[in-house]
């Protein structure tokens, strides 16, 4: 079995697998607001596609997505990404890490962002 935990101050959010149909997941949960402006030049990269989301929601579903991709990332190859290590994709709901790993991305947007990441 693979999963993965995250909380924030009002939810728990857990995510576990088969390690057959999954090798690794990663789980975030963020509250559903926009990413305060001094996160946005640290997470969001040229690299990261939003398609037509509004920016700075967009931001947020950037950083839970890059939370979620980096505790998916890190039990396969053992090693620390920066956000800037991460490319995400929301149109076509997939990220890439700069270790070659391509992770398949799930959100939901309310009540709390929580993304899911899986390999």
Request: without cysteine; aromatic residues 8%.
């Amino acid at each position: 079995m693979v999963g993965s935990l995250a909380h924030d101050e009002t939810m728990a959010v857990a995510a576990v697998a088969s390690v057959g149909a999954i090798r690794s997941l990663g789980i975030d949960v963020e509250p559903s607001l926009p990413l305060p402006d001094e996160l946005l030049d640290l997470v969001v990269m040229p690299n990261d596609r939003t398609g037509d989301l509004e920016p700075s929601f967009a931001a947020r579903l950037l950083f839970s997505a890059k939370e979620a991709v980096y505790k998916a990332a890190f039990p396969l190859d053992g090693r620390f990404l920066d956000y800037g290590d991460i490319a995400i994709d929301l149109p076509a709901g997939h990220a890439t890490t700069r270790t070659g790993h391509r992770f398949q991305l799930r959100h939901l947007t309310f009540p709390r962002i929580v993304t899911l990441a899986s390999f």
